[in-house]
């Protein structure tokens, strides 16, 4: 099983760059550059909503499963 995170995509469509989401999500650039590349294992629905209200977008839209 592979969630795939697609937060750049959703990120490049909105013209929102890390600085700035980050900083309207309320969260530590570094922290964020790893969920944006795939380098957590976890993440807390409290941020993933507030990521979502930042980027107006869904929780689909940013995570995408895939079979192995």
Do not use: W
């Not at 980050?22 to 964020?32: C, D, Q, Y």
């Amino acid at each position: 099983m592979a969630i795939i995170l697609r937060l750049d995509r959703v990120m490049a469509d909105r013209k929102m760059s890390l600085n700035a989401l980050a900083e309207r999500v309320g969260i530590a650039n570094v922290n964020l550059s790893k969920i944006k590349t795939g380098k957590v294992s976890a993440i807390r629905f409290s941020t993933l909503e507030a990521i979502c209200k930042a980027l107006d977008c869904q929780p689909g839209d940013i995570l995408e499963y895939r079979a192995d």
